[in-house]
C-alpha cells in the first residue's frame, strides 16, 4: 500500500471543444500515454463515502487492478487536490470491508475512460478524458501537476482558454449523481 497526493484542475467540455484542444495538443506537445482505464465504484448502500467526497474504487488498467481510496477537496475555480490510498489487488469483488473501518462497501457500477496524456513540460500533465457511464459520455480535461508549477498552469490554462468554467464535479461525483437520477426514475 503507498500514499500520494495529487493536484489537478478539471473541466468539462463540449465534445468540439474538446477536440479542437485535443489538435492543439497533439500539435503542439509530446504524447505519454493512451490507456484505456476502467473505474469500478465502490460504497456503503446509502453512498455515505461519495456524500462525504471520498472515492472507494477499483481501477483496471490492462489486467493490472488497484483498490484507491481517495479523499477529495475542491478548492478554487476548479484545482482539486486530493488524498490517496492505493493497494494492488489480484481479483475484482462485489463486496469488500474499507480499510481502516467496520463498513462494507458494494460494488455499484463502472466507468470506462479513454485517456491520452500529453506532456507540455516536465511536471505537467494534460489529459483528455472521454468517459462512459449508466448511458452517458462526456468529455473532460485535467491538468495534473506538481504543485509548484502552479503559476506555470495558469499559463498554460490561459493560453488554451479554458479558464473561468464553471465548477466541475469529479468523475465519481459524476457518476453517483448519475446513478442516483437513474434510480429515483
Known amino acids: 500500500m503507498f500514499f500520494q497526493n495529487e493536484s489537478e484542475y478539471k473541466y468539462l467540455l463540449e465534445k468540439s471543444d474538446f477536440l479542437w484542444l485535443f489538435l492543439y495538443a497533439k500539435k503542439h506537445y509530446s504524447a505519454e500515454d493512451d490507456i484505456i482505464q476502467i473505474n469500478y465504484y465502490y460504497d456503503t448502500p446509502d453512498n455515505n463515502y461519495n456524500i ?4 472507494i ?8 487492478l488497484s483498490l484507491q481510496r481517495k479523499k477529495h477537496i475542491m478548492t478554487e475555480n476548479n484545482l482539486y487536490k486530493s488524498e490517496e490510498l492505493i493497494e494492488k489487488l489480484n481479483a475484482l469483488p462485489l463486496n469488500m470491508e474499507c480499510s481502516g473501518t467496520n ?7 463502472a466507468l470506462i475512460t479513454e485517456r491520452k496524456i500529453y506532456k507540455p513540460e516536465t511536471g505537467i500533465n494534460l489529459i483528455f478524458d472521454t468517459n462512459y457511464y449508466l448511458g452517458t459520455c462526456d468529455y473532460e480535461i485535467e491538468i495534473e501537476f506538481d504543485y509548484s508549477k502552479k503559476n506555470r498552469v495558469s499559463e498554460l490554462l490561459n493560453k488554451l482558454c479554458i479558464q473561468n468554467t464553471e465548477n466541475v464535479k469529479n468523475k465519481s461525483g459524476r457518476f453517483f449523481d448519475k446513478l442516483s437520477s437513474l434510480q429515483s426514475l
Open 57 to 64: 474504487r477499483i481501477r483496471q488498467i490492462g489486467e493490472n
Open 103 to 109: 463498513d462494507i462497501v458494494y460494488f455499484k457500477g
Open 52 to 55: 462525504n467526497n471520498e472515492t
